[in-house]
């Protein structure tokens, strides 16, 4: 046995800590945005769909409820933090700014 083996040094410790703030602030913070894009255009969508308004909204509200820890594990889940943080905020971002497509568009 090496001098050493089982203890862990301070350059691994780190980028282990890192790695995790990184991980738990995508499924807090981007699992969030994620699930708020799909409120959003959900609203939107259901309500240009012919929806009433409230119906659209919490409808779209209930299924950004299922979606929001589902994604927040899947960010513990996939391989690369990055992949995770550009899958969520990403996905936030483009379903929010549709909404907003779809909102100003619609009449």
Known sequence: MTAGAGIPTAGRRAPSRLRTAVRVTAAVFGAYGFAWGIAAFGAEFGTLAGMAPAEAVTAASLL????????????FAVPRAGVGWAVLGGGAVVMIAASRLVGITAP
């Open 64 to 75: 950004a409820l299922l979606v929001l820890p589902a994604v927040s594990l899947w960010a």
